[in-house]
Structures are given as C-alpha cells and as structure tokens.
C-alpha cells in the first residue's frame, strides 16, 4: 500500500555535497523505518544508514557516519539524505527503503517492504 520515489542524484566532485528525495505515498500511517542502501558498480547492494520514521538516532555504517543525514519533519512524508564531503568511493546507485515492522535488523534487507527505483550518485573530479 505504499509507494516510495526516490530522487536526487547526479554528478558532484569529490568534497562536494548532494540531497537525495524519498517521497513515501500511499498508507504512510503504517511506516516504522526509513534505510538508504547503496550498490556500487561491479559490488551487492549494501545498508548506509537508517533511522525510524518518527525521528530518533541514526544507524550508520562507519563509511558514511558523521557525512550523511537522513531528516523529516513531522508531518512530512518525504525524508531527505543529505550527503556531505562526497568521495569516489560513494559512487553508486542509491534506494530509499520502507519498513513497516518494528523487529529485525537495520542493517537487513528483510526489513524493509517497499523501496524506491534507485538514483545514480557519481563523484569524480
């Protein structure tokens, strides 16, 4: 019953910063978790970060703590993922993912039941 859109991505250089857009439609009364996974070329799709949709801390892998955010206002049901100091190594395909249970891993694809199409993030100089 949920959609998710995600958006954003385009080329920066590297120290450069970028916003992705995860817009969620649909039944959003019955969303817990908001994850962004990322998929380099050539590499699996792997977990960045996630935080509960209500707000709270964010769990992040050590390659992106303390550079990339996810926030949403109350109310609002489009979260945002500001990434700062980009590097090449973070070149890849970006998804918004959705959960809608309160058990499992953050960091587990199993988790989450509805994901956005993907947006390219390319850093190069």
């Known amino acids: 019953q949920v959609q998710v859109v995600d958006s954003g991505g385009r080329w920066v250089q590297p120290g450069g910063s970028l916003r992705l857009s995860c817009v969620v439609s649909?039944?959003?009364?019955?969303?817990?978790?908001v994850a962004w996974f990322r998929q380099a070329p050539g590499k699996e799709r792997e977990f960045a970060l996630a935080r509960r949709w209500s707000g709270g801390v964010t769990f992040s892998e050590d390659s992106v703590k303390d550079r990339f955010l996810i926030s949403r206002d109350t109310g609002d049901n489009t979260a945002h993922l500001q990434m700062n100091n980009l590097q090449p190594a973070d070149t890849a395909v970006y998804y918004c993912a959705i959960g809608h249970q309160w058990t499992g891993s953050f960091k587990s694809e199993d988790t989450y039941s509805a994901w956005g199409q993907g947006t390219q993030v390319t850093v190069s100089s």
């Open positions: 649909g039944n959003t009364s019955s969303v817990t978790t």
